[in-house]
């Protein structure tokens, strides 16, 4: 299996920090908050706060817990608990993860940020959405849509500098 470059990871970000800008403009700032998913969602939360100059704090949510498939996985022994250092009530929530594949990670994801309060809204953000949808779940802000086989996958390696790479189950 061999890791290759795909997509031009900076293009992509700049495309959604493009874009985020541009959701923000019609939300207020106070009532605004992003959320990234562990650990390539908050890499990008951290990144697209930089570049649009915000000083947010950024809440991150470690879905382990929330899994479908938990049962079956179990839970790595270092699973670190979610932060969310602040209330989500009456906010419009930014909700950052890198990849969208079947969508059951954003599910688990908004699950937990229940947990943490009813916000006014969830907009969802990624770099790459992928096909292989098992739950009626799209982004409201995507850097790139592709198509892959099954055996075909993409993952965010980072923090510094964030780069897209697609490997092949042999």
Same mark, same amino acid.
């Given at each position: 299996?061999?890791?290759?470059?795909?997509?031009?990871?900076?293009?992509?970000?700049?495309?959604?920090?493009?874009?985020?800008?541009?959701?923000?403009?019609?939300?207020?700032?106070?009532?605004?908050?992003?959320?990234?998913?562990?650990?390539?969602?908050?890499?990008?939360?951290?990144?697209?706060?930089?570049?649009?100059?915000?000083?947010?704090?950024?809440?991150?949510?470690? @879905?382990?817990?929330?899994?479908?498939?938990?049962?079956? #996985?179990?839970?790595? !022994?270092?699973?670190?608990?979610?932060?969310? !250092?602040?209330?989500?009530?009456?906010?419009?929530?930014?909700?950052?993860?890198?990849?969208?594949?079947?969508?059951?990670?954003?599910?688990?994801?908004?699950?937990?940020?229940?947990?943490?309060?009813?916000?006014?809204?969830?907009?969802?953000?990624? #770099?790459?959405?992928?096909?292989?949808?098992?739950? !009626? @779940?799209?982004?409201? @802000?995507?850097?790139?849509?592709?198509?892959?086989?099954?055996?075909?996958?993409?993952?965010?390696?980072?923090?510094?500098?964030?780069?897209?790479?697609?490997?092949?189950?042999?």
């Amino acid at each position: 299996m061999k890791n290759e470059p795909v997509l031009d990871t900076e293009e992509l970000i700049e495309s959604i920090v493009r874009q985020t800008n541009v959701l923000l403009d019609g939300l207020s700032s106070s009532e605004t908050c992003f959320v990234g998913i562990h650990t390539g969602g908050v890499w990008l939360a951290q990144r697209i706060c930089k570049d649009l100059r915000l000083s947010s704090v950024i809440g991150e949510l470690n @879905i382990a817990f929330y899994r479908d498939d938990f049962s079956k #996985l179990g839970v790595h !022994p270092t699973v670190e608990p979610s932060q969310i !250092p602040f209330d989500i009530n009456d906010k419009h929530v930014i909700l950052v993860d890198d990849i969208l594949h079947t969508g059951r990670t954003i599910r688990a994801a908004m699950n937990e940020l229940f947990d943490y309060g009813r916000p006014l809204s969830i907009s969802l953000v990624v #770099l790459v959405d992928r096909n292989g949808r098992e739950l !009626p @779940i799209a982004p409201d @802000i995507c850097g790139a849509s592709i198509s892959l086989k099954e055996e075909e996958h993409v993952k965010l390696r980072g923090p510094n500098p964030l780069r897209l790479e697609m490997s092949k189950n042999s």
